[in-house]
């Protein structure tokens, strides 16, 4: 079992940037993953890591702009994300994978993933 609680969300002008966390409690060995959900939208892939903060994988559409980073005393991972902009607004959920043995970018299918985070919603204004 692994429980996830994000929080870091809130509503901030294009350009800004905001930090996303979440942390994670129970067993600590798998993939962590963040999606997002727009209104009316998909679930979107966002970003992955291995928890032992080894291989990453981004989204083209964030490549650059967002950062994975860890906090292993803490057991949480951030998610930073920079030069923000109002399509990056949705609802951020973070997901863990207990299925470990698949290439990092296979990560990006949220079918992969056993544990999901309360969502946390994310408003960039233009």
């Known amino acids: 079992q692994v429980q996830l609680v994000e929080s870091g969300g809130g509503l901030v002008q294009a350009g800004g940037s905001l930090r996303l966390s979440c942390a994670a409690s129970?067993?600590?060995?798998?993939?962590m993953g963040w999606f997002r959900q727009a209104p009316g939208k998909e679930r979107e892939f966002v970003a992955a890591?291995?928890?032992?903060?080894?291989?990453?994988h981004y989204a083209d559409s964030v490549k650059g702009r967002f950062t994975i980073s860890e906090d292993n005393a803490k057991n949480t991972k951030h998610l930073q994300m920079n030069s923000l902009k109002p399509e990056d607004t949705a609802v951020y959920y973070c997901?863990?994978?207990?299925?470990?043995?698949?290439?990092?970018?296979?990560?990006?299918?949220?079918?992969?993933?056993?544990?999901w985070g309360q969502g946390t919603q994310v408003t960039v204004s233009s």
């Open positions: 129970g067993r600590t060995s798998y993939v």
């Open positions: 997901a863990a994978a207990t299925r470990t043995f698949y290439a990092i970018n296979s990560y990006a299918s949220a079918t992969l993933y056993d544990y």
């Open positions: 890591i291995r928890w032992s903060g080894g291989s990453k």
